[in-house]
């Protein structure tokens, strides 16, 4: 019997259909699921016929593999990677690679990489972006971990990933150990600002302009043929435009709770950590929560309710104000994303190309938009960038759309509409573009109650100071330091 080039482990919507592009390109397949029931079904439905080996056990899938085997995971992030590792490891010999395709923690796939560094065994932690129908026609791919074993995965992910315009494939070995997830888990931190901005603009046109389900979506249409021509602007277009068997929008029958499953809070939690001001994405993770308080929200509501009005003049004022504000907030979020990424390669040792992840992005995530060519350009011309807003491209669109991104958070709090997504994104470009920020008073305030000591304008970076503010202190001051 022939043996398989690669094993998908997990046949879920992303395990199958990666399966499925795999054999599609020419490559043998071994599937296994921990209920073997679903290899069964595969091999009689989608798989019958094509070049897939099923399996019902750890031992058969490692007998099925030309070696080195290659083996990557599908299944849930957390416990069961390690359950399956655990389980797997007694089969594996030395040159043997572990792939980790599913949203894990970049800190649990650095400490599987070293751990398994250990046995001989490679393993790559690989953010997969796209759905289910990226998955089966061409997925971004983000592979991070060892680089050793990347000269035998690259054949089968390079011919399945998504391509550019140009050509171009959305995939490229990322960096060492938990790199490649540490990507990936920024760009869904980055899908939850964009999807929570279009929501915005969405409750603008709605609550503010009176606009129906369909009318919202052919704006969007419109506003997908421009600058914010993306994946995301395009499902919106069809989504509001789509009507139940009724002829009424689906979209005014689905409740307004919102699911996550943490990656937007882990891109949260690594921004505090890195010391890195994620205020979009972090009040797009916050929004969700607040949603989920639905029963709470209802009954304040009526303790507090609303009084709006329709605007019914200068429409498309407003709508062309609201544009502006929605492609300033994408800036900032992006901007904000890949700070991220530069902050964490100084942590731990990556050499992340920020250009090269613009590209991955390009197509087939759900973040691909015509948008990240122009993020691309900027890091080729120059790639220790410190902030995306810096970069002339982005830094003239933001100065260009500022009044209609002002005129939109303005008119949204006389009719009390919340735009933590957009409102935090205009707060944030305020801050960053402040040379004397409020903080000195901050400072002095730590100093007063901790003598936690300040710089002085009047003296070189680097000198701190204590001042007795009640007479009563001493000199005595603390140590300085910073998390």
């Not at 490649?180 to 760009?187: A, D, L, N, T």
């Not at 003049?313 to 062309?320: F, R």
């Not at 991955?360 to 902030?387: H, M, P, T």
């Not at 002085?456 to 009640?470: A, I, M, S, V, Y």
Request: aromatic share 10%; charged share 20%.
């Amino acid at each position: 019997m022939d043996k398989a080039q690669i094993a998908i482990v997990g046949l879920a919507v992303m395990g199958e259909n990666l399966a499925l592009n795999m054999e599609r390109n020419g490559f043998c397949v071994a599937i296994y699921n921990r209920t073997t029931q679903k290899v069964d079904s595969f091999m009689q439905g989608r798989g019958s016929g094509k070049d897939f080996i099923g399996v019902h056990s750890v031992a058969e899938l490692a007998n099925v593999l030309k070696k080195p085997r290659i083996i990557m995971l599908m299944i849930r992030q957390g416990a069961p990677v390690d359950d399956f590792i655990d389980q797997i490891l007694p089969y594996l010999e030395r040159g043997d690679i572990l792939i980790d395709g599913g949203n894990s923690y970049f800190k649990d796939t650095i400490r599987r990489c070293n751990a398994l560094e250990k046995k001989g065994i490679y393993y790559i932690g690989c953010g997969v972006s796209g759905g289910e129908e990226g998955a089966l026609y061409g997925p971004a791919l983000m592979p991070g971990g060892a680089l050793d074993a990347w000269q035998y995965v690259r054949p089968i992910f390079e011919a399945i990933s998504a391509k550019t315009p140009n050509g171009e494939r959305c995939c490229a070995y990322i960096g060492t150990d938990g790199s490649g997830h540490f990507v990936k888990m920024v760009h869904n931190g980055i899908e939850y600002g964009d999807m929570q901005i279009i929501c915005e603009a969405y409750q603008i046109m709605r609550d503010m302009l009176g606009m129906s389900a369909n009318e919202i979506g052919e704006v969007f249409s419109q506003w997908n043929c421009g600058e914010l021509k993306s994946y995301l602007i395009e499902i919106t277009a069809d989504i509001l435009k789509k009507n139940d068997k009724y002829g009424e929008p689906i979209i005014d029958k689905i409740l307004d709770v919102a699911g996550q499953k943490g990656t937007g809070k882990w891109t949260g939690i690594s921004a505090l950590e890195e010391g890195i001001p994620l205020t979009l994405i972090g009040e797009a993770v916050f929004a969700r929560c607040l949603s989920a308080q639905k029963d709470q929200r209802i009954i304040a509501s009526k303790q507090f309710p609303l009084s709006r009005h329709i605007i019914t003049k200068e429409k498309e004022k407003v709508l062309c104000d609201l544009r502006n504000a929605v492609y300033a907030s994408k800036i900032i979020s992006y901007a904000q994303g890949f700070a991220l990424i530069g902050q964490a390669c100084k942590t731990y040792g990556w050499e992340i190309d920020c250009g090269q992840v613009a590209l991955i992005w390009r197509e087939g995530c759900i973040i691909r938009s015509s948008f990240l060519e122009k993020i691309k350009e900027a890091y080729v011309q120059q790639a220790k960038l410190d902030n995306l807003l810096m970069a002339p491209y982005f830094s003239k669109c933001i100065i260009e759309a500022q009044e209609g991104w002002r005129n939109t958070v303005a008119r949204s709090v006389m009719h009390s509409i919340p735009l933590p997504a957009i409102s935090s994104a205009l707060s944030y470009f305020d801050g960053y573009r402040c040379n004397r920020s409020p903080v000195n008073l901050l400072q002095a305030q730590r100093d007063y109650f901790g003598a936690h000591t300040y710089e002085r304008t009047d003296c070189p970076r680097g000198e701190f100071f204590h001042t007795d503010w009640t007479g009563r202190g001493g000199d005595t001051s603390a140590s300085t330091y910073s998390v």
